[in-house]
């Protein structure tokens, strides 16, 4: 190999690459276009603030369509999540236990999806999809349809730690969510857990032929999601000091969105943890970013819809095979004389 | 063929059945693979070979019958790919074996990964080892094809090699494969049934499934051949030619029809 090749050959590695260069041209036309906005540090601790809910969400869907497999009920754990912790902190004051019992009750919503999916074999759209309506429908009818204001919640050390301000602006939030996605890059990238997941997303039967336990690892998988999107609603209700039975109403889409831009396939069988990550922050601050360069409200979803399409036909188009073409058409230009290597088909044999 | 001083199996059936819902797909199968014999299973499609091979493998139980895998009783309701893995018996599929959107060196250690406590995977040797094999083993030699490459990536006999070199690095007693040639050219048919003969002069078991009789009659001590869910012949290869193998395999699915329509 040349030295022009090892060169580049790195940027081929670069897991989201594609996703994160459209979140920085979008924040350098924000800039040219909102440059009011856009140069002051508050519009980001803002984005610091609204996004991680989100992205948290889109960490454990990641998984989850890795694993070839949807899951529509996050939303209704958001909200059962959060009604579970502003109970307790108001009817018992205890904000811990009702942390653990709001993870809990997340992990109860994954554990019956992951048993209607992998045991009784509802296609995963429908059970979860069922999940969604009847879990909304249980906080609805607990909360009495009403709000819960937490106001309290503010001076506890819970809030600080989870929802807190560093150095008086920044939310402390966006550096949970940061370390959730590094931890859960190493459990996808760099553990059997994630490896087992893959393999089932590529073809179940292979992993199941290779010796995966592939129902026990589809319950888990789906438990794990209901934990990971009940620290969501943990984070969102703390953040607003709110409970309101609709929270997390919104997010489905935006939450897909973002693993989709990510460059996560719904095929299945790969995951792109990095990408969730940019994707994330590229559909939280769109909105925002969009409506501050002032083109009017009308031109809003327009522009999302065009911004997610580029990245989705990016992510395609400048995918694995995509760089690797950069680069060597890189590699061209500055080894001119040198040929390039040859895709021959099928006589890579040995001697 | 010169027997062993001590008689031993690899493996041995007894009684096994096996119903999916209401439907028999195995039924009463009686037999055994010696320690160092190849046997070719011929059926046709739906006979039930696939079932057999994924019961000896752990994919799935027996509904009634025992299994002995090297003359020991194994216990086939907890019986799983990863015992059958411990046990010494790795399988070659025409095409489950390798996740095509999977890196070589997860391929490799899938469902036995070498871990660091607590589960996470260690990488870098998985990766020195998957490309040993890949250059030693397999023969990989330079053409672009590395741990890192993607199994889509390779032809079909390239996977094949993958699969085998996979199996041949476990270490395996009795290695399967099922109807591992179909996708492949003539040269890359040559290179599997070239590694079935190492399988033989190595010492282990194997138990061959093709469509191609002349393919199996190459390299099988013995002929079991599966019709519905049932053995019906076991034929050593001293005691029949290829001529004599295809016609019997002929007249055997003409005699099937005279009975099934007097
Ligand atoms: N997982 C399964 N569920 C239900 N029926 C099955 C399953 N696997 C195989 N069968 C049935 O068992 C019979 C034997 O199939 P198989 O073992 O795949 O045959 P072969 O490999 O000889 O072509 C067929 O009738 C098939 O439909
Ligand atoms: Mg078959």
């Known amino acids: ?351 | 063929m010169a027997e062993p001083p001590q008689e031993r199996t690899a493996l041995r059936m007894v009684n096994i059945e096996k119903y999916f819902g209401s439907v028999c797909a195995l039924k009463d199968i009686n037999f055994e693979v010696g320690h160092n014999e190849i046997v070719g299973l011929i059926g046709d499609n739906g006979a039930g070979k696939s079932t057999l091979v994924k019961i000896l493998t752990g994919v799935f139980a027996p509904t009634s019958g025992d299994l002995y895998i090297a003359d020991r009783k194994v216990e086939t309701n907890s019986y799983t790919v990863k015992k059958a893995h411990a046990l010494g018996i790795e399988t070659v599929y025409q095409d489950k074996s390798l996740g095509e959107k999977q890196v070589m060196w997860r391929n490799f250690f899938i469902g036995r990964e070498m871990t660091y406590p607590f589960g996470f995977l260690k990488v870098r040797q998985e990766k020195a080892i998957a490309s040993e094999i890949m250059v030693n083993t397999i023969g990989f030699r330079g053409k672009g094809i590395g741990v890192e490459s993607k199994a889509n990536k390779l032809s079909g006999g390239e996977r094949q090699g993958v699969a085998i070199g996979r199996a041949m690095h476990f270490e395996a007693e009795l290695i399967i494969l099922d109807e591992p040639t179909v996708a492949l050219s003539l040269k890359e048919v040559r290179k599997v049934l070239n590694f079935v003969h190492k399988i033989k002069d190595a010492g282990k078991a194997c138990i061959y499934i093709s469509h191609n009789i002349s393919d199996v009659y190459e390299i099988a001590d013995r002929f079991i051949v599966i019709d519905r869910g049932e053995i019906v012949a076991s034929i050593t290869k001293a005691k029949i030619s290829l001529k004599e193998l295809d016609e019997f395999l002929l007249e055997y699915s003409h005699g099937l029809k005279d009975k099934v329509q007097p």
């Not at chain 1, 409506?291 to 522009?303: N, R």
């Open chain 1, 1 to 351: 190999m040349s030295r022009t090749t090892t060169r580049f050959a790195f940027i081929g590695k670069l897991e989201g690459l594609p996703i994160a260069m459209v979140l920085a041209v979008m924040y350098v036309v924000f800039i040219f276009t909102a440059p009011s906005v856009f140069t002051g540090y508050r519009i980001y601790m803002s984005f610091f603030q609204t996004v991680p809910p989100m992205l948290v969400c889109a960490i454990g869907l990641t998984f989850i369509i890795t694993a070839g497999e949807i899951d529509l009920s996050f939303p209704a754990v958001v909200a059962l999540s959060g009604f579970v912790f502003t109970w307790c902190f108001k009817n018992l004051n205890a904000p811990w236990i009702g942390f653990i019992l709001a993870l809990a009750a997340g992990a109860l919503v994954g554990y019956i999806n992951g048993l209607l999916v992998a045991r009784l074999r509802v296609p995963s759209i429908m059970a979860t999809l069922a999940a969604q309506f009847f879990w909304y429908g249980v906080t609805v009818l607990i909360a009495g349809g009403l709000q819960i204001d937490i106001g309290a919640i503010t001076t506890t050390t819970i809030h600080t730690i989870f929802v807190g301000r560093l150095f008086g602006v920044f939310p402390v939030q966006a550096l949970w969510s940061l370390g959730l996605v590094a931890f859960f890059w190493f459990i996808l990238n760099r553990h059997t857990f994630g490896e087992a997941i893959m393999f089932i997303g590529d073809n179940a039967e292979v992993a199941r032929v290779m010796g995966i336990n592939v129902e026990t690892t589809r319950i888990q998988l789906f438990t794990m999601h209901g934990v990971i999107a009940a620290f969501a609603g943990l984070l969102l209700t703390m953040e607003i000091n709110v409970f309101f039975p609709t929270q997390g109403q919104g997010m489905l889409l935006p939450v897909m969105a973002a693993v989709f831009i990510g460059g996560t396939s719904i095929a299945g069988g790969q995951g792109v943890m990095v990408g969730t990550f940019f994707g994330s922050y590229i559909i939280g601050s769109l909105e925002a970013g969009v409506v501050a360069t002032g083109i009017g409200g009308y031109w809003v979803q327009l522009v999302e819809g065009l911004v997610m399409a580029a990245s989705v036909i990016l992510n395609v188009v400048i995918g694995e095979e995509g760089v690797s073409i950069l680069a060597r058409t890189a590699r061209k230009w500055a080894v001119p004389a040198q040929a390039p290597p040859g895709e021959d088909s099928g006589g890579r044999k040995h001697a």
